[in-house]
């Protein structure tokens, strides 16, 4: 970007707008001080000092600063004032504002001060002529009269009224000291005249303002009495330590001197007051015109000292033109060039600009991705936990709809599910609400919120739970016997209307509601979800290892693609991939069709299940059948010593022969420790195509750790082939190659231990959803079914117990818990795959992001 330097305000004001560039310093060596337009950022600095008085003028007198309207109108208005004409404009405005503030200030101050010395001075009047008339009739004389003492002898400190010699007199000091230092300030008296002192303290009703900081202060009248001169000194220094103010008093026993003093001071503090108020209403008027300003000069200051702040950037490298590099983004590019060349051809200086790209090669460029309302708060989880990589696949992509839908899985409920869904749509509603700082952060995420209520509505049909009870809203397709009368033993099984692999027998949507009432519900559910959590952590870890291939492509990597890529796919596939074949295979298989097939029958007999529709097959007769006899469905005779595999029609080996359903932990455990042997086979020559997936994973290993730094190697040898002589090249080399078989050697470890570690984590899904339908089922049964069946105000407080743990607990903890799981499912096990996170934020150069910034601050 080369401007003209006259232009280049304009041109930067305009491209400010845009949001759409980044400039690079082209003078790192230059100290700030160095730059060539350091005047104006000082002088832009000294605005924002003035304008930071001013609005803290504004908050003593709590007025509020008006807005300047809305920041996108502010920013594209057009300025055709001149940058020089601009500031030069401001400063002659705020700085004839400041110093009228600061007279102001200064005289307010010291007419507080007087006004404070007139309003202690009347207190003390007050209350040292009440002290003297009803606790001290006898004589006291003032500070004035210290050196007035008479020799003639009295018979105590305050004498009575009997009569006595009244010759034996007291010095006194009054003032006022804050009620606050009051019982350090009578401490401090005490020690330092060893309790040679007569003190008595006097509240002031109406507290006193401070005239510097205006806060109003509690202060008290004290009197002390003493009879040493040394000890005089003593009390002054102790008061001059507390800021203590000492008051001269006139002989107490002229009354009309004391009359004339208290009415000659009571008409000074009227007077004092009236002209206090007069100033503090001229100020008020004053801060009342800055506060409907301060917002906009504000805006002003902070765009200008962005502008000089950018072109403290540009290089001058010929006189009269300045010289910027940056990044802008791409589909911009055009728009940028424009601002320039009109700012330019504003001032008829159109030839003389040039926007163009810097030759190639360039270095990393930032990563910048345009999100809108939705996005925002998933590219900001990925960006906390690392930038992505220029061009490098985007995990926001897939976190915008994999982490709702993950949490969802953990905290599936219909009914808390719901609340969490209006919430967010609560905050879609009041969209453009103004809030604090913890409530802004949570209104940027309102759709994340409303998704993860959704989804944890959607999941709550899944598992039919609403508040830890089932939903009979399509009919259970299993009953009880005597259901219809409420007469269900204890231990009682549940019979299918519909048969079993009737299409009829199952529940239309999520879990039949008759398992919330089974006493193998736990049993059936812990089943389900943690199988179901290993089948979505697999598949999001393999799309992440996938995505690592999508980028080796793009970029070009080959031998990552070859040799990292590759084998992670094999490794994954064979063993963790191949895990969720057999969990669908084994729910897909008609076990019931099979384990009938290894079942001895009697044909004759019509409740043995003979002729069954359970059987897929056709029913066979066994050879010399003899009535009474037993035989398979397939037609196999029944010896009565018959083993399940012999009498299995399907030959799969092993002691299931393929009849009975497996264990599936026992099988993935025997791939790798009993390889060629399966005990329970799914199918045909399930062994050897185990062996063979064994194999695959057991080859890929060494392949990830040595195979990419082998060829690395012999890429270095090729490209650093010197005479015998250069010796220390070729220790570098070296050097070099040990730091990528290390790298290497993590990086494998990392992936195959990683792959065993990350699908135990997932099992978190299951066991997040366990304890929230748990605790929401022992809130429930504990705090309501227990309250119901006794009275109407048991019900009512059992109510308000179930209502306030359901908040506290799984409305607000397991929400956050849930969240913060979903959250480390992403960053950890889905991302490692694949995301680098060695980024660089894109920081365009944008008023709007300045101003925000200072608005904020």
Same mark, same amino acid.
């Given at each position: 970007?080369?401007?003209?330097?006259?232009?280049a305000?304009?041109?930067?004001?305009?491209?400010?707008?845009?949001?759409?560039?980044?400039?690079?310093?082209?003078?790192?060596?230059?100290?700030?001080?160095?730059?060539?337009?350091?005047?104006?950022v000082?002088?832009?600095?000294?605005?924002?000092?003035k304008?930071?008085?001013?609005?803290g003028e504004?908050?003593?007198?709590?007025?509020?600063?008006?807005?300047a309207?809305e920041?996108?109108?502010?920013?594209?208005s057009s300025?055709? &004032?001149k940058?020089?004409q601009?500031?030069?404009? #401001?400063?002659v405005?705020?700085?004839?504002?400041?110093?009228?503030?600061?007279?102001?200030?200064?005289y307010?101050?010291?007419?507080?001060?007087?006004y404070?010395?007139?309003?202690e001075?009347?207190?003390?009047l007050?209350?040292?002529?009440?002290?003297?008339?009803?606790?001290?009739?006898r004589?006291?004389?003032?500070?004035?009269?210290?050196?007035?003492f008479?020799?003639?002898?009295?018979?105590?400190l305050l004498?009575?009224?009997?009569?006595?010699?009244?010759?034996m007199?007291?010095?006194?000091?009054?003032?006022?000291? $804050?009620?606050?230092?009051?019982?350090?300030?009578?401490?401090?008296?005490?020690?330092?005249?060893?309790?040679n002192?007569?003190?008595?303290f006097a509240?002031?009703?109406?507290?006193? &303002?401070?005239?510097?900081?205006?806060?109003?202060?509690?202060?008290?009248?004290?009197?002390?009495?003493?009879?040493?001169?040394?000890?005089?000194t003593?009390?002054?220094?102790i008061?001059?330590?507390?800021?203590?103010?000492?008051?001269?008093?006139?002989?107490?026993?002229?009354g009309?001197?004391?009359?004339?003093?208290?009415?000659?001071?009571?008409?000074?503090?009227?007077?004092?007051?009236?002209?206090?108020?007069?100033?503090?209403?001229?100020?008020y008027?004053?801060?009342?015109?800055?506060s409907?300003?301060?917002?906009?000069?504000?805006?002003?200051?902070?765009?200008?000292?962005?502008?000089?702040h950018? #072109?403290?950037m540009?290089?001058?490298?010929?006189a009269?033109?300045?010289?910027?590099?940056?990044?802008?983004?791409?589909?911009?590019?055009?728009?940028?060039?424009?601002?320039?060349?009109?700012?330019?051809?504003?001032m008829?200086?159109g030839?003389?600009?040039?926007?163009?790209?810097?030759?190639?090669?360039?270095?990393?460029?930032?990563?910048?991705?345009? %999100?809108?309302?939705?996005?925002?708060?998933?590219?900001?989880?990925v960006?906390?936990?690392?930038?992505?990589?220029?061009?490098?696949?985007?995990p926001?992509?897939?976190?915008?709809? &994999?982490?709702?839908?993950?949490?969802?899985?953990?905290?599936?409920?219909?009914?808390?599910?719901?609340?969490?869904?209006?919430?967010?749509?609560?905050?879609l509603?009041?969209?453009?609400?103004k809030?604090?700082?913890m409530?802004?952060?949570?209104?940027?995420?309102?759709?994340?919120?409303?998704?993860?209520?959704f989804?944890?509505?959607?999941?709550?049909?899944?598992?039919?739970?609403?508040?830890?009870?089932?939903?009979?809203?399509?009919?259970?397709?299993y009953?009880f016997?005597?259901?219809?009368?409420?007469?269900?033993?204890?231990?009682?099984?549940?019979?299918?209307?519909y048969?079993?692999?009737n299409?009829? $027998?199952v529940?239309?949507?999520?879990?039949?509601?008759?398992?919330?009432?089974?006493?193998?519900?736990?049993?059936?559910?812990?089943?389900?979800?943690m199988k @179901?959590?290993?089948?979505?952590?697999?598949?999001?870890?393999?799309a992440g290892?996938?995505?690592?291939?999508?980028n080796?492509i793009?970029?070009?990597?080959?031998?990552?693609?070859?040799?990292?890529?590759?084998p992670?796919?094999c490794?994954?596939?064979?063993?963790?991939?191949?895990m969720?074949?057999?969990?669908?295979?084994?729910?897909?298989?008609n076990?019931?069709?099979?384990?009938m097939?290894?079942?001895?029958?009697?044909?004759?007999?019509?409740?043995?299940?003979?002729?069954?529709?359970?059987?897929?097959?056709?029913?066979?007769?066994?050879?010399?059948?003899?009535?009474g006899?037993?035989?398979?469905?397939?037609?196999y005779t029944?010896s009565?010593?018959d083993?399940?595999a012999?009498?299995?029609?399907?030959d799969?080996?092993?002691?299931?022969?393929?009849?009975?359903?497996?264990n599936?932990?026992?099988?993935l455990? $025997?791939?790798?420790?009993?390889?060629?042997?399966?005990?329970?086979?799914?199918?045909?020559?399930q062994a050897?195509v185990?062996?063979i997936?064994?194999?695959?994973?057991?080859?890929?290993?060494?392949?990830l750790?040595?195979?990419?730094?082998?060829?690395?190697?012999?890429d270095?040898?090729?490209?650093h082939?010197?005479?015998?002589?250069e010796?220390?090249?070729?220790?570098?080399?070296?050097?070099?190659?040990?730091?990528?078989?290390?790298?290497?050697?993590?990086?494998?470890?990392?992936?195959?231990?990683?792959m065993?570690?990350? &699908?135990?984590?997932y099992?978190?899904?299951?066991?997040?959803? @366990?304890?929230?339908?748990? @605790?929401?089922?022992?809130?429930?049964?504990?705090?309501? @079914?227990?309250?119901?069946?006794?009275?109407?105000?048991a019900?009512f407080?059992?109510?308000a117990?179930?209502?306030?743990? %359901?908040?506290?607990?799984l409305?607000?903890?397991?929400?956050?818990?849930?969240?913060?799981?979903?959250?480390?499912?992403?960053w950890?096990?889905?991302q490692?795959?694949?995301?680098?996170?060695?980024?660089v934020?894109f920081?365009p150069?944008?008023?709007?992001q300045v101003?925000?910034d200072?608005?904020? $601050?």
């Open positions: 970007l080369i401007v003209n330097e006259d232009a305000h304009d041109c930067l004001a305009d491209l400010g707008k845009l949001s759409v560039v980044q400039f690079t310093d082209l003078n790192p060596d230059l100290t700030p001080f160095q730059r060539r337009y350091v005047s104006y000082k002088r832009c600095d000294e605005l924002e000092r304008l930071r008085f001013f609005a504004c908050d003593r007198f709590n007025l509020d600063v008006a807005s309207g920041m996108d109108t502010f920013i594209h300025g055709a &004032t940058e020089k601009l500031l030069e404009s #401001l400063e405005e705020l700085e004839g504002y400041e110093s009228q503030l600061k007279e102001l200030n200064s307010s101050e010291k007419l507080t001060h007087e404070n010395q007139k309003v001075l009347q207190e003390v007050e209350k040292a002529r009440r002290f003297f008339m009803t606790d001290a009739p004589l006291a004389v003032s500070e004035l009269s210290t050196n007035r008479r020799d003639e002898r009295a018979d105590g004498g009575s009224d009997n009569g006595r010699d009244l010759d007199r007291f010095s006194s000091i009054t003032g006022v000291v $804050s009620t606050e230092e009051k019982n350090r300030f009578e401490r401090m008296i005490f020690r330092a005249t060893r309790g002192c007569f003190v008595r509240p002031i009703k109406q507290p006193i &303002t401070d005239p510097n900081t205006g806060e109003l202060v509690e202060k008290s009248v004290f009197i002390v009495f003493y009879k040493s001169v040394s000890i005089e003593k009390l002054k220094k008061c001059d330590a507390f800021m203590a103010h000492r008051y001269s008093l006139p002989d107490m026993d002229d009309p001197a004391i009359d004339r003093m208290l009415t000659e001071n009571a008409q000074e503090l009227v007077d004092s007051r009236t002209v206090l108020l007069k100033n503090q209403d001229t100020r008027k004053l801060c009342q015109v800055l409907q300003n301060v917002e906009k000069w504000t805006w002003v200051t902070v765009r200008e000292k962005a502008i000089y950018s #072109l403290n540009f290089k001058a490298d010929v009269g033109m300045l010289r910027g590099e940056g990044w802008v983004i791409a589909e911009h590019f055009d728009e940028a060039k424009m601002c320039v060349a009109r700012a330019h051809a504003n008829d200086l030839s003389s600009a040039l926007v163009d790209q810097v030759p190639k090669p360039w270095p990393t460029p930032p990563t910048h991705f345009t %999100t809108n309302k939705f996005t925002y708060g998933y590219q900001e989880f960006n906390t936990y690392g930038i992505p990589r220029y061009r490098e696949a985007n926001a992509l897939f976190t915008a709809a &994999t982490f709702p839908f993950l949490f969802g899985v953990m905290y599936g409920d219909i009914g808390h599910g719901t609340f969490l869904f209006l919430a967010g749509l609560y905050l509603w009041n969209e453009k609400a809030l604090g700082e409530a802004a952060g949570m209104h940027a995420g309102r759709y994340m919120i409303t998704m993860m209520g989804f944890a509505v959607y999941a709550g049909f899944v598992y039919n739970d609403m508040f830890s009870l089932g939903l009979n809203l399509f009919q259970s397709r009953k016997e005597g259901q219809e009368y409420y007469k269900v033993e204890s231990g009682a099984i549940a019979e299918n209307e048969g079993y692999g299409d009829a $027998s529940y239309p949507f999520g879990l039949d509601p008759i398992w919330h009432v089974a006493s193998n519900e736990l049993l059936f559910f812990n089943s389900f979800k @179901l959590s290993v089948i979505l952590g697999i598949m999001q870890m393999f290892t996938l995505l690592k291939g999508c080796a793009f970029f070009g990597e080959t031998y990552d693609f070859l040799f990292e890529f590759i992670m796919v490794f994954s596939m064979s063993l963790f991939v191949y969720i074949v057999l969990i669908f295979m084994k729910w897909t298989i076990w019931e069709s099979r384990m097939s290894a079942t001895c029958l009697d044909a004759s007999d019509g409740d043995s299940g003979w002729g069954s529709a359970s059987y897929d097959g056709a029913w066979t007769l066994c050879n010399g059948y003899d009535e006899s037993l035989c398979t469905p397939w037609g029944c009565g010593e083993t399940t012999e009498l299995c029609p399907l799969f080996g092993g002691s299931g022969d393929g009849c009975q359903p497996p599936l932990i026992t099988t455990i $025997s791939i790798a420790l009993s390889p060629g042997k399966v005990d329970e086979p799914l199918y045909l020559g050897k185990q062996n997936l064994l194999a695959i994973a057991g080859i890929s290993v060494p392949i750790l040595f195979a990419k730094p082998y060829f690395i190697s012999k270095m040898a090729a490209n082939q010197h005479d015998d002589e010796g220390g090249d070729e220790e570098g080399g070296e050097h070099g190659f040990g730091e990528i078989v290390i790298h290497q050697a993590i990086e494998t470890i990392e992936f195959v231990l990683g065993v570690s990350n &699908t135990a984590s099992l978190r899904l299951w066991a997040l959803s @366990l304890a929230h339908s748990e @605790l929401a089922s022992v809130f429930w049964e504990k705090a309501m @079914l227990t309250t119901l069946n006794m009275n109407f105000v019900a407080f059992g109510f117990i179930f209502a306030g743990t %359901t908040m506290g607990v409305l607000m903890m397991d929400v956050l818990e849930c969240f913060l799981h979903a959250l480390r499912l992403h950890v096990e889905f490692n795959k694949f995301f680098k996170a060695d980024g934020r920081a150069y944008s008023f709007k101003i925000g200072s608005t904020a $601050s």
